[in-house]
């Protein structure tokens, strides 16, 4: 082997690496467990996207006409569907409990007087707070009706005005307000969460194989099969490069998948340029890579990365600043943000794919992206040296023991 080229070890490092993934069954558990299973069963889950016929009990009071109109449009509405009417409230509240509906509806006596004097409506909903989206549900369904209310009856209380005040609400034009969604045009949870839980898949799955095949490595010895290369800094480098074109040769393959494939077949709403979320994923999983490789001076057993990073990635979305605003971060978890790459990576890919960003609009976190891959590397670098020469001593004093 000492007659190999530099070219010629980086292949050897290349092959060996492939070769230690696909015989390695628990490797490929994860990669198939992980990548494949765990992609498609976060998008099924997610599928439906809006929450629809949330089941609501209705306290009406009122019995009016307008009550009833109200309780008729509401169960018209795509999230709500009226379970029944109950008679009073202590009555709904234990259907409630029971987990027989999931909202309830409380009118009061008053309510149609109040419509039509002009007066503020007054009307209770009621939704358990053990699951958001059927409370977010419901108040847009319970809002849609009551402005849907105000738009056929408001106008009827005017014939309780002056002349002078009949003829300005005769002469003004209503106020149509129309919401459009910018880039989450469905205003589904699922849309909103999935791309940032794919990226954080690939970081996750990514660090997890790294971590089991340098352990293995580590308990193996299998850096002795480096050794003839020699234990200097060039052969460190084409160790950590070698390793690190497989990582990425592979992850390029599931990143098409989790990000491209999955995305088209349920449906997630997509609007980023291709090309500009193949120029983010090259430092991505470059950063992923080399700091799986810095780590694995740690990673003694192939066992103990799975139990480490599941424990660690627990937090990524919130760190990514999707979920909560980077502003609002305690100083100390801005920093682990900036250490590491799920974090700027997830926050740039949801700009880019959910808000046709581009480059200009990603620039902290691409940059920020680029800075790690330069410093993972130096650092993967030098673990990769300090391993040759620990196998460099062992081999010195094994023959002055001779």
Known sequence: MKTLSKLQQLS??????????????????????????????????YAPNIVTDVPVAVVDNSHSELSRNFIRWLDATPQAEIYDQAIDYHEAKEWMKEGKVQGILYLPHDFEERVFRGDEAVFSLYATTDAFLYFEALQGASSRVMLAINDKYRSDGAVFLPPQGLLAVAMAQPINVVGTALYNYT????????????????????LMVIGMLTGDEHTNRGIRA?????????????????????????YAVFSFF????????????????????????????????????????????????????????????????????????PWYWKIVHYILPAAPGTLAFVKLNSMGADMADIKPEYITLWIQTIVYFIISIWVYKSNLASQKNNFSNKKLSK
């Open 12 to 45: 050897f490092v290349i092959r060996r690496e492939f070769l230690a993934i696909s015989t390695s069954y628990a490797v490929l558990l994860v990669l198939m467990g992980g990548i494949f299973m765990y992609g498609l069963l976060y998008n099924y889950m």
């Open 226 to 250: 480096y050794t003839p290369f020699g234990y200097g800094w060039g052969v460190a480098i084409r160790l950590v490069t070698g390793k690190t074109f497989v990582y990425c040769a592979l």
């Open 258 to 329: 989790l990000l491209g494939l999955l995305p088209y077949f349920f449906s997630i709403p997509n609007i980023g340029n291709g090309f500009y979320i193949i120029l983010l994923l090259i430092p991505y999983l470059m950063a992923t890579s080399f700091l799986g490789l810095a780590a694995s001076r740690y990673f003694t057993d192939s066992e103990a990365p799975l139990l480490m990073i599941a424990f660690f990635s627990v937090g990524l979305i919130f760190l990514s600043g999707v979920s909560y605003p980077m502003e609002l971060m």
């Open 187 to 206: 205003e589904g949870y699922g849309s909103y969460l999935i791309p940032a839980v794919m990226m954080i898949i690939i970081f996750q799955t990514l």
